[in-house]
């Protein structure tokens, strides 16, 4: 079993920036990938950023390239999700999650409760 919990969001205004963090917990050894995904109300669940621990290989989507940056501390098993230049599609419930495979896909294994992201123009 692995525990994710993660902690960060909050309210910022359109330009801001947050660090989201995940905790990671449990069997770590089993995990293939650690990701930040994110869900706004009314829409489907989006993968936001992914690493593959073994290569330490990094994949964002499209639309935070360039504003977002993912980070892993090997050490403190704690991922982290540096977000900058905050929009207001940006707002949403962010989940970590952690798998063992499929990392390129949305069916995790192990899921945080989430942390809301509020960014208002």
């Known amino acids: 079993q692995v525990q994710l919990a993660e902690s960060g969001g909050g309210s910022v205004q359109a330009g801001g920036s947050l660090r989201l963090s995940c905790s990671v917990s449990?069997?770590?050894?089993?995990?293939?990938?650690l990701a930040w995904f994110r869900q706004a109300p009314g829409k489907e669940r989006e993968r936001v950023a992914m690493i593959l621990l073994g290569t330490g290989w990094i994949d964002y989507m499209h639309s935070v390239q360039g504003r977002f940056r993912l980070s892993h501390d090997n050490a403190e098993n704690t991922l982290y999700l540096q977000m900058n230049s905050l929009k207001s599609e940006d707002t949403a419930m962010y989940y970590c999650?952690?798998?063992?495979?499929?990392?390129?896909?949305?069916?995790?294994?192990?899921w945080g409760q989430g942390t809301l992201v509020t960014v208002s123009s």
């Open positions: 449990g069997d770590t050894d089993s995990n293939a990938c």
């Open positions: 999650a952690a798998g063992p495979f499929n990392c390129y896909s949305d069916l995790y294994k192990y």
